[in-house]
């Protein structure tokens, strides 16, 4: 369960790709003020978007570009990625686990918009981890995949995980975190509680309500240096938090890109088939379905798809790539449910929410 979910964050939340990957210079973050915020050891927690993921994959010069590094070189600090840039523990500056060019295994680029077409950044010989000496915990400790419970339980001794890329078996994200006796943290967690039922047309599969709020105050609290204390005052050393809410995973493009309408030659527009019949229109089915609609399915057995008087059609798709209305219904109402607990509880210790389910609507 949890491999497969890790996998779904790789391919679902990053909906950028990038077009080939040459080397980028460094970008110039605008000067900004920290206010009264003490930046001075800055930590970041998450999943996949936080560490970095971007066409399917991890690449150092994609990682230097996640929000958190972005906001590192706003507060002043230079970011690192490398041995050969920091060979010494430095908590002030902004270290993360970069993987060398051309990136790991899975990166992809788009080469064509029309049609769209992806093919493998490096098929044989892709980059390899290229920060695997530095001696304290990093900065950015978001592994791609992990649910709230995995921030607090998952130490990262699965062999050839991105949990063991980035924890190192040395604690899970929230030990690491506060071994570096953070001064400001930045703090989004929860998609994957959602994602893995979503994107797998199963809703059973998302984290309970209950679940959820067990798991999100143990991470708030214990950062605070509060745990099993619901309500205590944070100690003076506690880090500033900034929290932020779970985007919907049914407005981004693994979910919007497949029209459950098609048109047939010598047909017309029909409804895709799917275990119970005809879709409906505002069903949504999801990226998985594509390789199965090239081979026939999602048609009634026989039909001619292109004219050419040959049966094609084979049969309804599963009701694995599809997310009906009643089940889109359901996942929207979880992440209003999740993003309710996360402002109550934060509201609860006076911490800061950005509402980035909100920003991904207006960008949808």
């Known amino acids: 369960m949890?491999?497969?979910?890790?996998?779904?964050?790789?391919?679902i939340l990053p909906v950028v790709i990038v077009f080939g990957c040459?080397?980028?210079?460094?970008?110039?973050?605008?000067?900004?003020?920290?206010?009264?915020?003490?930046?001075?050891?800055?930590?970041?927690?998450?999943?996949?978007?936080?560490?970095?993921?971007?066409?399917?994959?991890?690449?150092?010069?994609?990682?230097?570009?996640?929000?958190?590094?972005?906001?590192?070189?706003?507060?002043?600090?230079?970011?690192?990625?490398n041995s050969n840039e920091i060979m010494t523990a430095d908590p002030t500056a902004f270290v993360i686990p970069g993987w060398g060019a051309p990136g790991s295994p899975g990166l992809v680029r788009l080469v064509s918009l029309d049609p769209v077409t992806l093919e493998p950044l490096a098929p044989e010989n892709a980059g390899s981890p290229v920060n695997t000496t530095y001696p304290i915990p990093y900065n950015n400790l978001a592994v791609s995949g992990f649910d709230v419970n995995e921030m607090l339980t998952e130490v990262g001794d699965e062999p050839g995980s991105?949990?063991?890329?980035?924890?190192?078996?040395?604690g899970t994200q929230v030990q690491?975190?506060?071994?570096?006796?953070?001064?400001?943290?930045?703090?989004?967690?929860?998609?994957?509680?959602?994602?893995?039922?979503?994107?797998?047309?199963?809703?059973?599969l998302m984290t309970s309500v209950e679940q959820f709020e067990e798991d999100y105050r143990l991470l708030i609290e214990s950062l605070l240096g509060v745990a099993g204390t619901a309500g205590a005052r944070p100690a003076q050393t506690?880090?500033?938090?900034?929290?932020?809410?779970?985007?919907?995973?049914?407005?981004?493009?693994?979910?919007?890109?497949?029209?459950?309408?098609v048109d047939i030659p010598l047909v017309g527009r029909v409804p895709l088939l799917g275990p119970d019949g005809p879709l409906d229109p505002n069903d949504l089915v999801t990226l998985s379905a594509q390789s199965l609609l090239l081979m026939g399915f999602g048609f009634a057995e026989g039909t001619d798809l292109d004219g050419?008087?040959?049966?094609?059609?084979?049969?309804?798709?599963?009701g694995e790539v599809i997310l009906s209305v009643s089940e889109?219904?359901?996942?929207?109402?979880?992440?209003?449910?999740?993003?309710?607990?996360?402002?109550?509880?934060?509201?609860?210790?006076?911490?800061?929410i950005v509402e980035i389910n909100e920003t991904?609507?207006?960008v949808s």
């Open 2 to 11: 949890k491999k497969t979910k890790r996998i779904l964050s790789l391919l």
């Open 22 to 81: 040459a080397e980028i210079d460094p970008i110039e973050a605008p000067a900004v003020s920290s206010g009264e915020a003490d930046f001075t050891v800055y930590v970041s927690l998450g999943n996949s978007l936080t560490m970095g993921i971007q066409g399917l994959g991890l690449v150092e010069n994609h990682q230097k570009r996640a929000h958190p590094a972005l906001i590192a070189r706003q507060m002043g600090k230079s970011v690192f990625s």
């Open 162 to 170: 991105l949990g063991q890329f980035v924890l190192r078996g040395q």
């Open 176 to 204: 690491q975190a506060l071994a570096l006796n953070p001064t400001f943290i930045t703090l989004w967690a929860g998609a994957n509680d959602v994602l893995a039922g979503a994107t797998a047309g199963t809703p059973a």
């Open 238 to 261: 506690a880090p500033t938090i900034v929290a932020g809410t779970i985007p919907s995973p049914t407005s981004t493009p693994f979910m919007t890109t497949i029209d459950p309408f």
């Open 308 to 318: 050419d008087g040959e049966p094609d059609g084979m049969g309804p798709l599963p």
């Open 328 to 352: 889109t219904e359901t996942v929207l109402d979880r992440v209003s449910d999740f993003n309710d607990i996360i402002r109550t509880i934060c509201a609860e210790y006076e911490i800061p």
């Open 360 to 362: 991904f609507q207006e």
